[in-house]
């Protein structure tokens, strides 16, 4: 009867199991040369869900990664995958998919169960959809650090289906029905993973909301030595982020066509670029992308960054806190975690506010303005040594070690 019911336990934390719900006893040193599967979504430039990627791969030297799409320029993978082995899938192979890749979103599923990770110590899922389904053997650890449950399938179906325009007609009728298969293979598979990791609270919340687990939350890594700090601020506001609708930068630039005294500069491009410039008034310049350096630069000398969209963490916001540069956004999502809120924080490092209207934001670049002297460069460049690659890196192997342990009990 105790076997039983050891075991019965154990099969139960594996199901719904949190960093509090592990082992107290004293981990085993983590194996960093064990020879692990990464499995990510796709790779189609390297932005924040890569540069989580790259560091993971960093812990571990021995680390292959498997992803659907790779489409990573060879100058990227020389600076940050070095002697890092690449597996895409077969339709990485397709004529001309770079274009089209994410309309093959209903495929996905069944291309990432052709990964045969099984022979591998362990597999690391890096998961904003997909990656989490890969078939893993029951004895082998799987730590899934994600990104965010798969938006277009869940709470944002809606939002999606209106931006690309797909009412009930057939064809939007076709993609709802897609979306619903998906969902139920996304909620089969949620259990897989001995362990998920959240990059931010919201995450964490809308993993709890979907599948019924807890999650840990680890931020992902900053790279602060990248990133000076400086206090001699230019007049100018920025924003910085790829130009898609739920990025919401067309708010940003209403807000400023009302108030043309204060200038705004748009870092990125993206779908919504051709709109955006033909809405923006004399006060408003787009730089378009801009060279790490040139962006650095930018982020630094900026008065304030400015973001109106709901990102599920937003390295980018971290990255202007870092370069001392305060935050006014929309208070959901993972700038609530990144900004010491004024009026709540005894060092606040930016505004945060309620609703995603021109109102709400103009009220908040006013209070930002009103602050004086109470938000400092240097009280956001210590708030942002929470998010360090030191910090990540502890994270990730602690919590790797704690996967390994429950298979040993189990």
Not at 133 to 146: A, E, F, K, N
Not at 336 to 346: C, E, F, T, Y
Request: with cysteine.
């Amino acid at each position: 009867m105790l076997h039983e019911r050891s075991s019965d336990l154990a099969v139960a934390a594996r199901v719904n199991v949190a960093m509090e719900e592990l082992p107290a006893a004293p981990q085993p040193a983590v194996d960093r040369y064990a020879k692990i599967a990464v499995v990510h979504d796709w790779c189609p430039n390297f932005r924040g869900g890569e540069r989580v990627l790259a560091q993971i791969c960093k812990q571990f030297p021995n680390a292959e990664v498997f992803t659907l799409f790779d489409f990573l320029p060879a100058e990227v993978k020389d600076q940050y995958f070095r002697d890092v082995e690449f597996h895409a899938s077969a339709a990485n192979r397709i004529p001309m998919v770079q274009k089209f890749y994410r309309s093959l979103f209903f495929f996905c599923p069944f291309l990432i169960e052709q990964f045969d990770v099984t022979g591998y110590d362990a597999v690391i899922s890096s998961s904003a959809a997909f990656s989490r389904g890969v078939i893993t053997r029951p004895d082998q650890p799987h730590l899934c650090y994600v990104h965010s449950p798969v938006r277009y399938a869940w709470d944002e179906q809606f939002s999606y289906l209106q931006q690309g325009k797909l009412g009930f007609g057939p064809k939007g009728m076709l993609y709802r029905y897609m979306l619903h298969r998906l969902r139920t293979w996304d909620t089969r598979t949620a259990h897989g993973p001995d362990l998920m990791l959240a990059n931010s609270n919201y995450v964490r919340s809308r993993i709890q909301h979907i599948y019924g687990r807890d999650a840990r939350v680890v931020y992902p890594p900053v790279a602060l030595g990248e990133l000076p700090c400086v206090e001699d601020k230019d007049d100018y506001y920025v924003s910085a982020s790829f130009l898609a609708p739920y990025k919401r930068t067309d708010l940003v630039i209403q807000a400023f066509n009302e108030t043309p005294s204060r200038r705004l500069i748009v870092v990125g491009e993206g779908q919504q670029s051709a709109s955006l410039r033909a809405m923006a008034g004399p006060n408003v310049t787009f730089s378009g992308f801009l060279p790490r350096k040139e962006y650095v630069d930018t982020l630094t000398r900026a008065k304030a960054m400015v973001f109106a969209g709901c990102e599920d963490f937003g390295i980018a916001l971290a990255e202007a806190q870092a370069c001392g540069t305060p935050l006014i956004a929309f208070g959901r999502g993972g700038a609530a975690d990144i900004v010491q809120r004024l009026g709540s924080s005894p060092e606040p490092t930016g505004v945060l506010f309620k609703a995603q209207t021109v109102e709400h934001l103009k009220e908040a670049v006013d209070r930002f303005e009103d602050s004086g002297e109470m938000i400092t460069p240097r009280a956001c460049a210590r708030n942002a040594r929470r998010f360090s690659e030191e910090n990540f890196d502890s994270a990730i192997l602690e919590s790797f070690g704690a996967v390994q342990a429950l298979h040993e009990i189990m």
